[in-house]
């Protein structure tokens, strides 16, 4: 299953804007029609999650600088794809209509306090049908994150180009493998990959922010089907809200200050680092 992040970045204006941070995907159980259910009770549970990969190197993707990051962060892949970001359903889960949570974590201004990462989730709706009889260990959306998981420094160490895939955490709780409902897998600290479950089959509808289509193939996929979707506007709450305005309207507001300080602030103390290397 794939879902297509709108922005205005890349050289046509078109494209995801932000390089630096993680992609992270749930699920949770509609208990029901999703229709008749209240998204405040949702309960997730992980099911893909994608950092920064120390064995590939990050590059501007036709924006206006190099990603911080000694490695590869999954929004820059995701920049390179036309902003598309590819994920499996689970084969073991039970079927039924679900939520999706797919989200991207900017981090270009979380090493500062007053600033923070910028977390942009959007909702999906979509039925399982085919499942299983697992029913992974969830957490409520409330719980999803702690306010530290918001202030990472990307910029250290300044004597090389910034965080490494082996000290940075993605947040959340740890990812789900299938056959293992009662036991998820340990969060990852080094390099993170996307989950590797069996891949589904998807029909999907687009909405103005994130177009969705699917790929994969398996021996027993399972098969999905989109109901319909809804977006949400960036928080750091942890809950999947109603849309309030586009994607691509509060990119556009977003201040360009938050990258000219992050940037200048890195540039500043890389400058610094090398001098004093070369003395």
Not at 116 to 125: D, H, L, R, T, W
Not at 139 to 150: N, R, S, V, W
Not at 246 to 271: F, G, I, M, P
Request: one cysteine or more.
């Amino acid at each position: 299953m794939g879902v297509r992040w709108a922005g205005d970045g890349g050289p046509d204006k078109k494209q995801w804007p932000h390089p630096e941070g993680p992609a992270i995907v749930y699920m949770a159980s509609c208990e029901g029609e999703c229709s008749k259910f209240n998204p405040s009770n949702a309960k997730f549970f992980k099911i893909a999650e994608e950092g920064l990969d120390g064995s590939k190197k990050g590059n501007s993707a036709g924006n206006d600088h190099d990603p911080w990051g000694q490695g590869l962060w999954a929004q820059n892949r995701i920049q390179y794809e036309n902003s598309y970001h590819y994920f499996n359903i689970p084969s073991d889960i039970k079927s039924g209509q679900y939520l999706v949570r797919h989200e991207l974590i900017s981090l270009h201004g979380a090493h500062s306090t007053s600033e923070g990462a910028q977390y942009y989730p959007v909702c999906i709706q979509i039925e399982v049908t085919g499942g299983g009889n697992a029913t992974p260990a969830t957490t409520p959306a409330t719980q999803l994150y702690k306010t530290e998981d918001g202030i990472v420094n990307i910029y250290e160490p300044f004597d090389k180009h910034g965080i490494s895939a082996s000290t940075y955490k993605i947040p959340g709780p740890a990812l789900y493998v299938p056959g293992k409902a009662s036991t998820p897998a340990e969060p990852s600290t080094t390099k993170a990959a996307s989950s590797s479950v069996a891949p589904a089959t998807t029909s999907v509808r687009t909405t103005s922010v994130a177009q969705t289509g699917g790929s994969g193939n398996g021996n027993t996929p399972t098969s999905t089907k989109i109901v319909t979707s809804t977006t949400a506007a960036p928080a750091s709450t942890g809950k999947c809200k109603p849309k309030k305005r586009s994607v691509n309207k509060r990119l556009a507001d977003e201040s360009r200050a938050v990258y000219d300080r992050a940037l200048a602030h890195a540039q500043a103390a890389h400058a610094h680092a090398k001098k004093h290397a070369s003395h």
